[in-house]
């Protein structure tokens, strides 16, 4: 199995910037398709992004389409999501995924991925 570790959370205003990073060690990373969701405060935890193997392929929730980017480094077993023109609704735990299989349109879905992080915590001030 893979084991996944986010970083790179913080506080940050509004229209801020930053990168979290998403380390895997245990598998072949390049194995593996990764997505990022995200869990604000009383609401259920939901799809921001994911990438295929090699990173010819990316998928975004509509609500954050043009502000993040998800990218990935195999060499470097780590994946990233970069995240610009931060706004106070983007505050949440931001976990990432990732399965050895490419689920086809059910990328958005939890239940896609068998292997999860622990959270990184991104608050954005207003």
């Known amino acids: 199995q893979v084991q996944l570790v986010e970083s790179g959370g913080g506080l940050v205003q509004a229209g801020g910037s930053l990168r979290l990073s998403c380390a895997a060690s245990?598998?072949?990373?390049?194995?593996?398709?990764i997505g990022w969701f995200r869990q604000a405060p009383g609401k259920e935890r939901e799809f921001v992004a994911a990438?295929?193997?090699?990173?010819?392929?990316?998928y975004y929730a509509d609500s954050v389409k043009g502000r993040f980017t998800i990218s990935r480094d195999n060499a470097k077993n780590t994946a990233y999501l970069q995240m610009n023109s931060l706004k106070p609704e983007d505050t949440a735990v931001y976990y990432c995924a990732a399965d050895s299989a490419w689920g086809g349109s059910d990328y958005y879905k939890e239940g896609m991925y068998d292997y999860w992080g622990q959270g990184t915590q991104v608050t954005v001030s207003s």
């Open positions: 990438i295929q193997w090699r990173g010819d392929s990316a």
């Open positions: 245990g598998r072949t990373f390049s194995n593996y398709v």
